[in-house]
């Protein structure tokens, strides 16, 4: 439910508001419209303008704090935290009202921490200005969403038991706000890292104790049903090129340990890789477990990062092809803010030609591309930028009239379409949209 109070401030690793020795007493323009860049021109020989679209010019918020502490020294300890963490900076870094679900991007443009000989003892005052060139509030948690292209040559697919979506079933894929509840074991070290992340800000860090044993992150026990084909889909990146592993650990109704499903593969250094497999849960399993595996052979020394972890009931388990009918390759997206979202759209092969259509807008973006299993490109509708294997440019792929889609408020479509690659029968392509919500 939103509130009116403003609740805790996160900058870096320092935490304003209730519960910590940094009170807001003040914020301006958080709420506030930025200033208004009108593009309106004067109508010759008339009275009045001709007038044109309105765009906002940055958002400048300042925050007042009040300095609590229980001695002189403990105070000086609280102004230079708050002074080394607000140091000048290169890029803008997300400044988060926790309580009112409210991130913003900005830097630090001033500072002011005065010298009060009155109130010494315990109590100070600062006062913070943030420039945000971006001047959009966005909502704390990153959506995602995807689909399978659909293929009009080669017909859509329908389920044989009506009512299987590929809802995923272990929380927190994505580590934006927390770790828990995955676990480390076999001597792995579990860490939030917010240098590596794939999709969003953060992902999972998984440091090895420099053994042979196979350390892993383990998330929760969830329930499956013996028979039916599940999906384990993430994505995961080595400092060095390695052996990598997306598990699947399968239990009883006594959460007995059963056996593992095995994705194994090898991945470049430093880049990410989408790992999708899918496994039939097998007799006698009640529960199913996501496990990023560091495998001991070469032995496993390496850190690896983990994104979008995410276990699925299987989008293909019990479905039959039919005709040309049905609902394949398209996405939902909704957009609780006030202003149109920037999705950021990342298209896995192995497909040919591939395009999104948003119906709702009339947008159409299609790419001149072939992607094989294991390719994929990322595509960020704000920048516009097209980028082969989250890296390298492909501007030129996007076709001659092609428009971007942009997430109304309210509820979206994304159609996600392609042609098949010989050799690639039963091989998904996959669009994934991310988001969040967007107001001004």
Request: proline share 8%; hydrophobic share 35%.
């Amino acid at each position: 439910m939103a509130q009116q109070r403003l609740g805790r401030v996160q900058w870096g690793d320092l935490v304003f508001g209730p519960g910590s020795q940094y009170s807001v007493s003040a914020i301006e323009g958080l709420d506030d419209l930025p200033d208004v860049r009108g593009e309106d021109m004067e109508r010759p020989g008339q009275h009045g303008d001709y007038t044109g679209p309105d765009y906002t010019g940055p958002r400048v918020i300042q925050l007042k704090l009040g300095l609590r502490a229980d001695s002189p020294d403990e105070l000086r300890a609280l102004s230079l935290a708050l002074r080394n963490a607000t140091q000048p900076q290169r890029q803008p870094q997300a400044l988060q009202f926790l309580d009112q679900d409210i991130l913003v991007y900005g830097k630090i443009r001033k500072r002011s921490i005065p010298y009060d000989a009155e109130y010494l003892w315990s109590i100070g005052e600062a006062a913070l200005e943030f420039y945000c060139a971006d001047p959009y509030l966005y909502g704390l948690t990153e959506q995602s969403a995807s689909t399978t292209a659909y293929s009009p040559a080669a017909g859509r697919t329908y389920p044989l038991a009506y009512g299987l979506t590929p809802t995923t079933l272990n929380s927190n894929p994505d580590f934006e706000t927390a770790l828990t509840p995955w676990n480390g074991q076999d001597g792995a070290t579990l860490t939030r890292d917010n240098t590596q992340a794939q999709t969003g800000s953060w992902s999972m860090k998984i440091a090895p104790p420099g053994g042979t044993s196979g350390p892993r992150a383990e998330s929760e026990q969830v329930p499956v049903t013996p028979g039916l084909s599940y999906r384990a889909l993430g994505y995961l990146r080595c400092v060095t090129a390695r052996q990598v592993a997306l598990n699947v650990n399968w239990f009883n109704a006594s959460h007995g340990y059963m056996s593992t499903s095995v994705n194994q593969a090898a991945v470049a250094a430093n880049t990410w890789t989408l790992f999708s497999a899918s496994f039939i849960a097998p007799a006698g399993a009640a529960y199913g477990q996501l496990a990023p595996t560091i495998p001991s052979t070469p032995p496993a020394t390496d850190v690896m990062y983990v994104d979008e972890a995410r276990f699925q009931q299987d989008v293909a388990s019990g479905f039959r092809a039919y005709g040309s009918s049905g609902t394949s390759g398209r996405l939902a997206a909704v957009n609780d803010g006030a202003a149109p979202a920037y999705p950021v759209l990342r298209v896995d092969g192995p497909i040919a030609a591939p395009s999104i259509e948003q119906p709702n807008t009339g947008a159409l973006l299609a790419l001149s591309a072939t992607l094989q299993a294991g390719e994929y490109v990322l595509i960020d509708t704000r920048s516009r930028a097209v980028l082969y294997m989250g890296t390298t440019p492909r501007r030129d792929w996007v076709v001659g009239g092609s428009t971007w889609p942009l997430l109304e408020p309210g509820d979206n479509t994304l159609t996600f379409r392609g042609s098949a690659l010989p050799g690639a029968a039963g091989q998904m392509s996959l669009l994934t949209a991310t988001w969040r919500d967007t107001s001004l």
